[in-house]
């Protein structure tokens, strides 16, 4: 069972990780390109910020962002900021977020997310934390995937696994670090591909923060997968 109230201190951890690492940037690093194309540091932070704000609306019952448009265009509005206006929002939305992971709520409930997506409201705490750790290695500062807590490595690689998993366009495939193993893609039809690798390369690929190359793969080509 999720337990929301330890998901809600890790993103606070991790939210305080960013934060003291982000605060070591200049005004022209945050204007500096991230990882993620077409994207600047800024950007990154602005949508986090807006992310966490956007949460806080799923948890209060109310649709998570008017519409993509406004979604990109208050990441476009909120790029160009200077640091110290960046780090103040992502501190106070993300205190926003905690404070509306407070109130005292039926954690079993179903809410929606963006286009249609629906989970139990015990899993956004845990989406949140999905945000803030892989947009922290996005912003190309020093923190790898390798950083991540083993613990959301393990999590996020399940979390991902069963997100493809019955996905038509990816073959059964057993995803392992040598120690566990998890299965996604559509259902067994006949061999499985086998992908193994470390928990950070595993990650890396199925969150498409890697290409797969520091993986082994056995009984096929390593499976294209769909955009997250």
Do not use: C
Request: hydrophobic share 40%; no cysteine.
């Amino acid at each position: 069972m999720t337990d929301h109230a330890h998901d809600l201190a890790s993103v606070r951890e991790a939210t305080d990780r960013l934060l003291t690492a982000v605060a070591k940037l200049d005004d022209a690093s945050v204007a500096g390109p991230s990882r993620l194309p077409g994207w600047t540091r800024g950007h990154v932070l602005a949508h986090l910020a807006r992310n966490a704000d956007a949460l806080v609306n799923v948890l209060e019952g109310r649709p998570m962002y008017a519409d993509a448009t406004v979604r990109d265009a208050d990441i476009e509005r909120d790029a160009p900021r200077p640091l110290d206006v960046q780090l103040t929002d992502v501190r106070e939305s993300a205190a926003r977020f905690q404070e509306a992971g407070a109130v005292p709520a039926d954690w079993s409930r179903t809410v929606e997310l963006r286009n249609g997506v629906t989970d139990s409201a015990a899993r956004v705490p845990f989406r949140r934390w999905v945000e803030v750790e892989l947009h922290h290695v996005d912003l190309g500062i020093g923190y790898e995937l390798e950083d991540l807590p083993a613990e959301f490595t393990e999590r996020e690689i399940e979390f991902l696994a069963e997100r493809f998993s019955g996905h038509p366009e990816v073959p059964p495939t057993r995803v392992t670090d040598g120690t566990r193993a998890w299965r996604t893609g559509r259902a067994a039809d006949g061999p499985e591909v086998t992908v193994t690798g470390s928990g950070a390369d595993l990650l890396g690929w199925l969150a498409g923060r890697r290409d797969g190359s520091a993986l082994t793969v056995a009984g096929g080509p390593l499976p294209a997968l769909p955009p997250l």
